[in-house]
C-alpha cells in the first residue's frame, strides 16, 4: 500500500447509506440486523455454522462441528462425507432448476453468440469428464495441474477433478513453464490439462508448447490433455504419442453419469500455489466440507445473490477470486454466472460494458486496478453503454482508493449500487470483512466488518488492540487453509507464529476507525500486490542474484497510479560490467521465463552499493522511501550513509 493512498485513505470521511430500495429485499436488511447476528454468531459460532452446513447436502452427517484439538491443524464437519460437485450441480437439478443457466460464456475473438451452459449442461459435462479421467486411471488423491484459459472447459474440468476427489490445482494462464514445473514438481501431479492456445488481445496463447517445456523432466505426470479451443481445425501444437491426449475424443462416448466421490469433510479438494516472503510459492490446501460452506455462506451473504440475478465476477479462475467467486460460490448458489475469456481493453476499452449491457449483468465484482484502469482510458466508454441492470459492485485483491471508489460508484453505480469491498486471501477461502450490501453504510476505502462467524481486531506486536497495527483474526471458520501441501513448518511459521497462536496472522496492516470500521493498509511482509496479484520480493531476487553479472539485489514495493503497487529492482552488478539495456532485457527475461510477464518489475535501478546497516541488512524501509520520493528518515544506523544520496541520484537520472 502507498503512502499517498494510505493519506487519502485515513482522511475520507464520507459515508454511503445502502438505498431502502436495496436494504428492504435483502438477506440482512440493516445494521442492527447485522450487529446481533454477528454477535450470535461469535458467541455460539458452532451453530451458526451447522445451520449453514445442514442447507446444503451430505452423504453422511459430521459428528461434530469443530475439531482444534491439533490447532493450527482444524477440522470442521469432522466425520461428514459430502462432495461439492453433488452441492453445486445434483441440488439444483433435483430442485427443478436444470435448465437455468449455470454459466454464459463468452469467448475474446468476438464470438458474439454466446456458449450457455445450463446446470444440466454443467451435469453432462461434468461427468462425462469426469468418467474420462476415471478410465485414465486417475482417483482420489491424485493430483492434477490445470493450465487453460477462462474457457467453459476450465470450469468443467475442474468440477470434474471434484466429481473424483482427484486435488486440482488450477495453474493462472499467465504463468511460466518454469512456475508451471515448480507447482508440478511439488504436488507430484499425474495429470495436466491444457488447451492447443487461447486468446489474450488478439493473440493466441500457445498454452500446450508452454506445458511441453514445463513437464520435460516431469517424471509424475503421465496423461495430458489438450482441450481444443477453437471451432475448427486444432492450433499447432506437437501431440505426443500415448502421453497426450484430446478432450474433445476422449469424453466423446462417456456416459453423462458419473457417481461422485464421498468425500471426507477434510479431503484435499484443491491446492492454490501463492507468494510468501521466502522461497518458491507455496501450495495453500483447501479441504472439502468447510470451504464449500465457507465458500456458500460468503456468496449469498457478500453478493445478496438471487435467482433472478446475472453475477459476473472478472477476476481469473487461476486465482482464489475465481475458485470461490466465479465457480464454486455463485455454483453452489445456483447462480448464473458469467465469464469471459478475454481482457478489459480488447478490441476496445469499453468491453467490460458492452458484457454488461448485453447479458444485463445485475451483480460485478472486479479488482481496483482494473477500475483505475478504466478511469484513465476516460469516462466515455462506459456512459456509452446501458449499465441499468446494475444493483450491486464489488472489489477485491488490493485497497480501493476513494477516489477510485467514487468514480466506479457514480459512473458504473448510477450512484444507485451499493459497493461491497472485500477483504481476504488464498488461505482464508473466503471473504473475511465486508459491508453486507442492505446493511452496512459504506466508507470509501474501507472493507468495514467482519462477515458472520469471524472476529478480527487489529493488533501490536505485543497482542493488545491498538487503533493501527497487525490484522489479526481470532477464532477459526470453516473456509480456512489446512496447511501448506508438504510443509507444516512454514504453515505455522508463517500463521501462527504471532500472539502465541490465539490469533490467524494474514501479513497485512489495517487500521480501526471509532465504529470499529477496518481500512486494510496492505501487506506488511515483503508481498507486494502488483493489480492485485501477489508477488514475493525474495522470489524476484533470488531470480536476478542468479544472473552470472549480478551481486545483489533488492526489490520492493512502490506506489502505482493504476496498480496500486508496482515492482522496483535495485541491483549491484559485478565490478566492470557496465549497466546497459541488454541486461535490463536479460534480467527481465529471466523473470518472464521463471513467473510470468506480469512479475516483471516497473523498473530496475543499477547501484554500486545498497543502503545497509552495520550488521549487513539491506534497508528496504529506505529504497521504498527514495522510490516514493519520500524524505529519508534517520540514515544514521547505515553502515556507508552516502550510499543514499548516490542512490537518490541514481533514482533521478533514471
Ligand atoms: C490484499 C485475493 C485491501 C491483502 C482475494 C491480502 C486486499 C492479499 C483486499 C491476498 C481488500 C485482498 N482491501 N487489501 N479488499 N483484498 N487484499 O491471496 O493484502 O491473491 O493479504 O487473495 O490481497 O491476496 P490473494
Redesign the pocket.
Known sequence: MSESNFESISTEKRIFNPSSAFSDSARVPSLEDYKTKHAETISDPESYWASVAGELEWFEPWTKIRDESGKPFLKWFVDGKTNITVNCIDRHIAAGQGNKAAIIWEGEPGESDARVLTYWDLYREVNRCANALKKLGLKKGDRAAIYLPMIPELAITTLACARLGIIHTVIFAGFSSNSIRDRIDDCGAKLVITADGGWRRGQILNLKSIVDEAIIDCDSVTDVIIVKRGHGDPFPCKVKEGRDKWYHRIIQDQPIHCEPEKMDSEDVLFLLY?SGTTGKPKGIIHTTGGYMTYAYDTTRNVFDIRPEDVYWCSADIG???GHSYILYGPLLNQATVVMYEGAPNWPDSGRFWELIEKYRVTIFYTAPTAIRAFMKWGDEWPKQRDLSSLRLLG??????NPEAWIWYHELIGNENCPIV???????TGGIMISPLPGATPTKPGS?TLPLFGIEADVLNEEGNSVEAGLLAIKNTWPGIMRGIWGDEQRYRDTYWCKWDGQYYF???GARKDEDGYLW?L??VDDVV?VS???IGTAELESIFVGHSNVVEAAVIGSAHEIKGQCLVAFITLKAGVDASPEIIDQLNQLVIQDIGKFAVPERIIFAADLPKTRSGKIMRRLLRDIAEGRTMGNVTTLADPSVVEALKRRYAEN
Open positions: 501463492t486465482w482464489i477470486t472489489t477485491v485483491g488490493e485497497p480501493i469491498d472485500t477483504w481476504w486471501q488464498t488461505e472493507a494474514p501479513g497485512d486494510i496492505g501487506r500486490n492485485g496479484h501477489r
